[in-house]
């Protein structure tokens, strides 16, 4: 960890080599009152050492980061320097006046054990001073206020873009300082940037998950760094971070550690900064208006006793604590207190100054409420997408076999989405989050071929159903084609029906012969699943799609005889494979939405891998252009 006595001398160091730049202003931002919002930089840069923020290599390299301003708590560690570091308005506000009260309440008791004049004098001035001291900053800030909005209204309206620049600092990590006299060092500087910022979203972004009762698989970080200019103390780091912003906004897609550098006129993967809602500023407004009335109070009621108690007439005057408390209290509305009229000018100057406080805390009051309900707006807006996308969003579970198939699917599937596939691994099983395609999350599985080994298709598609509930089960991927004379290979086969082989009863016949009589289910795919399949096709010039009977059972058929006995059998048959009534038998049970779509990559014998390859990338190009085209939708509850 950074010591102080390095800190401030970082500081130094900054100052030297300042040469006209504006470094330390854009550490130390202007607050929406009259002090600076920041802290000197000896203690923002330790501060910043002990939260992880100050990539340091020495007293002559460094660069200090800030995060994103609506996300500073997950950010920043409770204790006395985050309340000095980013409260340093609040302590110039209220520590001078505490300050001076606290020794007025000690000299003042003093005094009175004491009994001497002198001390409590010196109470009287402590007190006062803090007075004038908490009403000179709350006038100037009025007076600042009303000079921002004389200047609001004399501007040029504010662009949605120049909106957004001025406030990136709130929703996207910055860079406000990099200090690198030698400029062949700041690249290399600059890269530790990155990586340390890039360390510092993974560890947020596993609390996060961690704290929702997740773990984050594995986290693409696409943020972009932006990159204060004038924080730049030479013009050698100056450089470097243009020359990494200008390839960030060239597309140059090599960027480090997936930190993108941009400047604050850039625009790239910026995202819309929130309205903040805070009533930080109408509570810290009104504990200093309370302040206020109270030393007033303290201050003016001995004065008011002495004006009045001479002529006995004290029943009218502020001369008790409750009384002047109760007339400055008034006095924030121009109001008097019925039956209370001060009898020094001291009081009634401090009663007229009150009026202008309340007025101020009229405009405070009403830039809070309207914030606040923008910020309430915004929050439900935000909760109505989440949960529409919750409930909107539906699951579709591809299933294959081999990984051939597996490949084609991700390749399609990374056409469309633009990401890479994350594992999830369940109890047995591993499913690919593939992304969202038009409002359904794709999950892709493997399991064993055929229906009978404990990682076929029957147990791998239930074990995924109750894992995973997904609201759409495909079985996609190659099949053997039973229609040589109308079919080519490398097309696509969507399931009308189903017919398990497997099922039978087998008889004597006459002769000695046997008999087989099929009795596995004839059953029809999800209503949704064949309308959307039926509703789609590959691109033009490719390979045909046809519907029909496709038959399942578990045999690897490599068979010219068994194949024409097959196709005999069944005579409308187009198709057989071998997980399709396992995976119809587990969606059934389930009550899931099922389909079979394979491509043709034999006739039942001799088939090759470059016909296999070509099949499984039909099938996966088919069912990519079925989720491209939409309709996914969750479908209504069951019984």
Not at 13 to 42: K, M, N, S
Request: contains cysteine.
């Amino acid at each position: 960890m950074l010591s102080f006595t390095a800190a401030r001398e970082a500081a130094r160091q900054v100052r030297r080599a300042e040469r006209g730049r504006d470094a330390i202003r854009t550490v130390r931002p202007r607050g929406v009152g009259v002090f600076r919002a920041r802290a000197p930089l000896a203690v923002v840069l330790y501060a910043a050492s002990r939260e992880g923020r100050l990539v340091w290599q020495g007293p002559d390299r460094f660069a200090l980061l800030e995060p994103p301003q609506d996300d500073m708590r997950g950010h920043r560690p409770r204790g006395w320097l985050r309340a000095i570091d980013r409260q340093w308005e609040f302590v110039l506000f209220f520590g001078p006046p505490a300050v001076a009260m606290l020794l007025g309440l000690i000299v003042g008791l003093a005094g009175l054990y004491v009994s001497s004049g002198v001390l409590l004098l010196a109470a009287m001035v402590l007190l006062l001073a803090a007075m004038l001291y908490v009403t000179a900053v709350m006038t100037l800030g009025l007076g600042v206020l009303l000079l921002g909005g004389l200047r609001w209204l004399a501007a040029r309206p504010v662009s949605e873009g120049d909106s957004m620049k001025a406030g990136v600092r709130f929703v996207h990590w910055t860079m406000p300082l990099c200090h690198c006299p030698d400029d062949a060092r700041a690249p290399a500087l600059l890269a530790t940037v990155a990586e340390r910022v890039r360390r510092l979203m993974e560890n947020k972004i596993d609390r996060s998950a961690e704290s929702l009762g997740g773990v984050a698989a594995r986290v693409q970080i696409v943020e972009p760094l932006v990159c204060v200019l004038s924080g730049a103390t030479t013009a050698g780091a100056e450089a470097a971070i243009m020359a990494m912003s200008t390839s960030a906004s060239s597309g140059v897609s090599d960027h480090h550690a997936g930190i993108t550098f941009l400047t604050a006129g850039a625009s790239a993967r910026l995202r819309r900064p929130k309205l903040a809602e805070s009533g930080g500023a109408l509570l810290l407004y009104t504990v200093g208006v309370a302040m206020i009335v109270v030393v007033e109070a303290l201050g003016t009621y001995p004065e008011e006793l002495e004006a009045c108690r001479p002529r006995g007439d004290c029943a009218g005057r502020p001369a008790t604590f409750g009384t002047a408390l109760l007339w400055f209290g008034y006095r924030l509305a121009f109001q008097n207190p019925p039956g209370i009229f001060p009898a020094t000018a001291q009081s009634w100057a401090f009663g007229w100054a009150n009026g202008l406080l309340g007025l101020m805390f009229v405009l405070v009051a009403g830039v809070t409420m309207w914030r606040a309900g923008a910020a309430r707006k915004e929050r439900r807006t935000d909760f109505e997408k989440d949960i529409d996308a919750v409930l909107s969003t539906s699951t579709v579970l591809l299933l294959v076999v081999t990984p051939v198939e597996r490949d084609a699917v991700i390749r399609a599937a990374r056409e469309l989405t633009g990401t890479e596939p994350i594992r999830r691994h369940l109890d047995h099983h591993t499913a690919l989050d593939l992304g969202v395609v038009r409002g359904a999350r794709v999950l892709l599985a493997r399991s064993r071929p055929g229906v009978l080994e404990p990682g076929a298709a029957t147990l791998t598609a239930q074990s995924l159903i109750d894992q995973l509930n997904p609201d759409y089960l495909l079985l996609t991927g190659t099949c053997s084609g039973l229609r040589e004379d109308r079919h080519r290979l490398g097309d696509v086969l969507i399931c009308t029906q189903l017919r398990a082989m497997d099922h039978k009863k087998v008889i004597d016949y006459q002769w000695g012969q046997a008999a087989e009589i099929p009795r596995g289910d004839r059953v029809s795919p999800s209503v949704t699943l064949l309308n959307r399949c039926e509703s789609a096709r590959l691109e033009p010039g490719v390979p045909g799609v046809h519907s029909g009977l496709i038959l399942s059972g578990n045999t690897h058929l490599d068979s010219a005889a068994l194949r024409d006995r097959m196709a005999a059998a069944e005579p409308d048959a187009i198709g057989v494979e071998m997980e399709g009534a396992g995976v119809y038998a587990a969606a059934a049970k389930g009550k899931v939405d099922w389909i079979v779509v394979k491509a043709i990559s034999d006739w039942g014998t001799g088939r090759t891998e470059e016909n296999h390859a070509l099949a499984a990338r039909n099938a996966a190009e088919f069912v990519a252009d079925v989720l491209a085209g939409g309709g996914l939708d969750r479908p209504p509850l069951r019984a």
